[in-house]
C-alpha cells in the first residue's frame, strides 16, 4: 500500500471534533460534579453519595478518551514526517496506530455514553415513580 502527506491529514479533522467533543464531555461532567460537591457540603445526602462511583468511572473514561484522542494525533503527526522522511514503512504503521487509537477514543466514549445513559434511566424511574405516589395520594383524597 502506498501512502502520502494526505493520507494521514484527513485524520486530522476527525481527531480534533473528536477531541473537542470529549471536552465538551469532560466540562459539562465537572460542572456537575461541582454543583453535587457544593450540595453536598450544604446538606450531606445519601444519594448524591451513591452517584460518586459512576461519576468517578465515567470522569476516568473521558480521561482516557482524551489520552487516546491526543496520542492519536501526536502519532498522526508522525506518521506525516515519516512521509516526509520517505520511511513509508513506518509511516504506514503510524497511520494504522493512529486510527487504532481514535478507534479506543470512539469505543470508550461508547462506554461512557452507555454509563450515563443508565444514570439517566435511574433518574426517570425516580421521577416516575414520585408521580405515581403522587397520583395514589391525590386519589386517596377523592
Known amino acids: 500500500m502506498s501512502i502520502d ?10 481527531i480534533s471534533l473528536l477531541l473537542l467533543a470529549f471536552t465538551n464531555r469532560f466540562l459539562a461532567l465537572a460542572s456537575l ?10 446538606e450531606p445526602d445519601p444519594q448524591v453519595l451513591a452517584q460518586l462511583g ?9 480521561r482516557d ?5 491526543v496520542c ?11 512521509v516526509l522522511l520517505a520511511f513509508k514503512t513506518a509511516a504506514l504503521v503510524g497511520f494504522v496506530v493512529s486510527l487504532v ?4 477514543a470512539l469505543a470508550l466514549s461508547l462506554r461512557e455514553i452507555l454509563i450515563s445513559c ?25
Open 72 to 82: 492519536s494525533l501526536v502519532v498522526c503527526i508522525l506518521c506525516i514526517g515519516c
Open 65 to 69: 478518551m482524551q489520552a487516546c484522542g
Open 54 to 62: 459512576n461519576l468517578r468511572h465515567r470522569l476516568l473514561l473521558i
Open 5 to 14: 502527506v494526505s493520507t494521514p491529514s484527513i485524520l486530522f479533522p476527525a
Open 33 to 42: 460534579i461541582r454543583s453535587l460537591h457544593d450540595r453536598y457540603k450544604a
Open 101 to 104: 487509537l481514535m478507534f479506543l
Open 118 to 142: 443508565r444514570a439517566m434511566e435511574v433518574h426517570l424511574a425516580d421521577i416516575e415513580e414520585l408521580h405515581l405516589e403522587e397520583t395514589r395520594s391525590w386519589h386517596r383524597h377523592l
